[in-house]
């Protein structure tokens, strides 16, 4: 297995990245008139989230065809001229493998309803009545994950959307089929992939109640999940290529397992613990203000953990699925530029690959939308509907959404001072937040100072310094509410991060002093920062990030 440890990967949502032929759909040869700036970023891989032929009830997350892409995003040849010219530049393409279910438009489940016992078994169908579910388990998007089809008696289990009916991976033809569908990727030119909720494909062997939960706990990091990975990864011969599984509720132990060189089953994997620290009793739904010490906790525990286990972190703040970085941990109004250079240079310096959402090294903010009517995501408009029944004003939902919804990292990604943020020449799929007049790469690129040149020159640093990508990760003052730091080593190599996640003067703990990095003639030396002029010694300003090394 090849490491990825100075690499840094670039997440494309095509449907919002640019459109190319004015029809308000981002699309591929978007993507493709885009890659000098992905190139003066300095990215080393592409991810691409789902352009495959789907219904898109879920935003392409619904896969009906694997192999074709959906006219919508383009052609086959325009993927073929991406790949290549991609690769001149030095990138690679990774493919999102969406594995765990397939459409209900799908050829197979298509067939498995014509009641062909064959396919029936590449899902999970039941036996039962309308009114005796198999189990009490819940959607990902909100009410019962088993549906019913009066034509064959019969319930399928959808973990996600109705639309949405999970694989069977207990049937080998299932496992064939996939490992069919990396290859055809993989002979095209693809060099890496992503797994969608790759943790979730091993079911248990008994279907039963869940009466302490949702059902997650008899399906997430499942029974054979870790001879299935290893199956497909060698079947398919992708040990060396970059691989990274998206890990739903998953624990500390199976990432190290999933991502450990010598199990030869991913590259690295994805959790979301620290993305939940300002979840009210871990319920998404249900708004609080971030607990900075549960962060700390989080990125000690899972940094440690696998670094004392040779697993392999991906580490990041944003996607597709999450609200913007710098409306949620920072300030995105008086500090908006202070706040997202101290997130950035947070994560990136960690121990793990960095993955950069589109936008995110704008300092994008969330969406803005002020009426339901302004979203488009499927878990969006359920949880609404949910909240309301729940008894929630529509005020008060929409505050939730503002907050929560996947929909405020979707927005259109704002490239300059024009129409549609220069997005697309006919009305976007979904609107573009007004502060694209301030917010874009044009003006970022004419800005020495700005989030855009920050995240470069994280970049950069990355390639130049081994003790970024290797060194061994050591946290400081812990118990300090205010400030996250941590110190980098590799032999001779040294570098100290303190971030302040307050948007208030904060003063730094005893070891920043011990460390000696703090005084006239410190034995530290500053390599970045996102403040001009002097600082009054033993205070960081609200959201500083310093660095020294
Ligand atoms: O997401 C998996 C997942 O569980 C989420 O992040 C989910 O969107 C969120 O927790 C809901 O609160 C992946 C994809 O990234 C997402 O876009 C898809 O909708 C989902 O799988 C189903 O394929
Ligand atoms: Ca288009």
């Not at 969608?196 to 939960?213: M, R």
Request: hydrophobic content about 35%.
């Amino acid at each position: 297995m090849t490491d990825f440890k100075d690499k840094v990967v670039y997440q494309i949502y095509p449907k919002s990245f640019k459109d190319s032929n004015g029809d308000g759909i981002g699309d591929l040869k978007g993507i493709t008139e885009k890659l000098d700036y992905l190139e003066s970023l300095g990215v080393d891989y592409l991810w691409l989230t789902p352009f495959f032929v789907s219904p898109q009830k879920d935003n392409g997350y619904d896969v009906a065809d694997y192999r074709k892409i959906d006219p919508v995003f383009g052609t086959m040849e325009e993927l073929e001229e991406l790949i290549q010219k991609a690769a001149e530049k030095g990138m690679g393409l990774m493919l999102d493998m969406v594995f765990n279910h397939t459409s209900t438009q799908h050829e197979w489940f298509q067939k498995a309803l014509s009641g062909d016992r064959e396919y029936m078994d590449y899902y999970i169908f039941k036996d039962g009545t309308p009114d005796e579910i198999p189990t009490n388990w819940v959607s990902k998007f909100g009410g019962p994950a088993w549906e019913y089809v009066p034509d064959l008696k019969k319930w399928y289990l959808h973990l996600f959307d109705v639309t949405q009916a999970d694989l069977n991976w207990e049937n080998p033809k299932v496992r064939e089929e996939l490992k069919e569908i990396i290859r055809f990727w993989k002979k095209k030119g693809i060099k890496g992939f992503r797994f969608d909720v790759v943790n979730l494909i091993s079911k248990p062997e008994v279907f039963g109640d869940d009466l302490k939960g949702d059902g997650r706990r008899f399906y997430t990091d499942g029974r054979h999940v870790h001879e299935f990975l290893k199956e497909l990864t060698h079947d398919t011969g992708i040990e060396d290529m970059v691989t990274v599984g998206e890990m739903s509720s998953t624990s500390l132990e199976n990432c190290i397992r999933y991502s450990n060189p010598q199990e030869k089953e991913l590259s690295m994997c994805f959790n979301f613990h620290h993305l939940k620290v300002d979840y009210k009793n871990g319920n998404k739904w249900e708004l609080m203000e971030a607990d900075i010490l549960a962060l700390k906790e989080l990125f000690r525990k899972w940094q440690l953990g696998m670094q004392e286990n040779d697993g392999w972190n991906a580490v990041f703040w944003c996607n597709h699925d999450q609200p913007r970085i710098v409306s949620r941990l920072g300030n995105d109004q008086a500090y908006w530029k202070e706040s997202a250079k101290m997130l950035a240079a947070c994560i990136h310096l960690m121990r793990g690959t960095p993955y950069i959402y589109q936008g995110e090294e704008l300092g994008m903010t969330n969406a803005g939308f002020q009426e339901i009517g302004q979203y488009r995501d499927v878990e969006s408009l359920n949880y609404y509907e949910i909240l309301l029944k729940k008894g929630r004003t529509k005020e008060e939902a929409l505050e939730i959404l503002s907050k929560r919804s996947r929909d405020n990292g979707r927005t259109p990604m704002q490239w300059e001072n024009r129409m549609n943020a220069g997005f697309s020449e006919a009305d976007p799929w979904i609107e573009v937040p007004d502060n694209y007049k301030e917010i874009n790469v044009e003006a970022e690129k004419k800005d020495q100072d700005s989030i855009l040149e920050f995240y470069k020159e994280l970049i950069r640093l990355r390639k130049e310094r081994r003790v970024i990508s290797d060194g061994r990760i050591e946290f400081l003052c812990q118990e300090d509410e205010n400030i996250l730091a941590y110190r980098r080593c590799l032999e001779a190599e040294e570098i100290l991060v303190f971030c302040n996640f307050r948007g208030k003067h904060v003063t730094i703990g005893v070891d920043l002093d011990v460390e000696g990095a703090d005084k006239q003639d410190a034995p530290y030396k500053k390599i970045l920062g996102n403040y001009k002029g002097k600082r009054k010694e033993g205070v960081l300003r609200p959201y500083e990030v310093l660095v020294y090394e």
